[in-house]
């Protein structure tokens, strides 16, 4: 679910816990980039798909995945700092 190419200089809407969203436009070099741009607190530590801290449900939509995830995932599950939106996305955070 969620894996599939991504169309550059595409924006996308990224929806965060059923919350208004905002615009990817594929300036940042992932997911987590961009939330973090928006002030989203998501929370992250290694950045590079090992820990597994900024795992988030894909509730709608695609996303491409630029490095694989070292973690096992639910099919349902990304981790932010591996991937970019494809199309428009929702994504729930975990609550802390």
């Known amino acids: ?8 200089g595409t924006a996308v ?5 059923n919350d208004s ?3 990817f436009e594929g300036h940042e070099y992932s997911l ?7 002030d989203v607190p998501v929370l992250h530590s290694c950045r590079g798909g090992y820990c597994g801290c900024c ?9 491409n995945w630029h490095q694989e995830s070292l973690v096992p995932l639910a099919d349902d599950e ?18 802390e």
């Open 32 to 38: 987590l980039e961009a939330l973090e741009a928006q």
């Open 78 to 95: 990304i981790l932010c700092c591996c991937c970019t939106p494809q199309s428009d996305v929702s994504i729930i955070l975990p609550e």
């Open 21 to 23: 969203g905002f615009i």
């Open 55 to 63: 795992r988030v449900r894909l509730e709608k939509g695609l996303v």
């Open 13 to 17: 809407e990224v929806r965060v816990n």
């Open 1 to 8: 679910m969620g894996r599939a190419a991504y169309a550059l």
